[in-house]
T-cell receptor, first 112, second 114 residues
């Protein structure tokens, strides 16, 4: 099925560094969602975006809904060991389908 | 805790068998979604129910079926199981009918087919 292009696929960083990841699509979306998944656990919703250009923060996390509506970005500032996990983006356009379209995830490792 | 519950947590069964996974959505949520996640893979959408009715289908095999009951809990039935069906199965719920609403995930059921 259709999937988003999420990059990078994996990241290995030092504690305290900032992290940036993004998702791009060939389709326009009305909703972007960012999730984090710990090993063996269910994904946890981090940030939801509903408007082009919207910039939303959740603690050290900041996500943006791209102006073109075809991309979204997630930044993590001052990373800590508990940021380790897989980050997924998901997008939705009610006009095209009834399903969330998911990225394949960015795996983040943090070296203490 | 997302408020979505799934049982069982773990399930080990043999090829050819049939299993049922159960999900209870968050209080007030009418939509239930099922996803499959194989080892080190992304989330594969299987099916979406809203208030008892099927709303959208994804990559769900014919050997798999689901339903949502009047009390809004949902069951995913997997039959004629194959080794490749081993995976984490997640249920998610949301308030509205649109698949674009914020979805909240349960802890998952880990299915191992031997």
């Amino acid at each position: 099925g259709q999937q988003l292009n999420q990059s990078p696929q994996s990241m290995f960083i030092q504690e305290g560094e900032d992290v940036s990841m993004n998702c791009t699509s060939s389709s326009i979306f009305n909703t972007w969602l960012w999730y984090k998944q710990d090993p063996g656990e269910g994904p946890v919703l981090l940030i939801a975006l509903y408007k082009a250009g919207e910039l939303t923060s959740n603690g050290r996390l900041t996500a943006q809904f791209g102006i073109t509506r075809k991309d979204s970005f997630l930044n993590i500032s001052a990373s800590i060991p508990s940021d380790v996990g897989i980050y997924f983006c998901a997008g939705h356009n009610a006009g095209n389908n009834r399903k969330l379209i998911w990225g394949l995830g960015t795996s983040l490792a943090v070296n203490p | 805790d997302s408020g979505v519950t799934q049982t069982p947590k773990h399930l080990i069964t043999a090829t050819g068998q049939r299993v049922t996974l159960r999900c209870s959505p968050r209080s007030g949520d009418l939509s239930v979604y099922w996803y499959q996640q194989s080892l080190d893979q992304g989330l594969q959408f299987l099916i979406h129910y809203y208030n008892g009715e099927e709303r959208a289908k994804g990559n769900i095999l014919e050997r798999f079926s689901a339903q949502q009951f009047p009390d809004l809990h949902s069951e995913l039935n997997l039959s004629s199981l194959e080794l490749g069906d081993s995976a984490l199965y997640f249920c998610a719920s949301s308030k509205g009918v649109s698949g674009g609403h914020e979805q909240y995930f349960g802890p998952g059921t880990r299915l191992t087919v031997t």
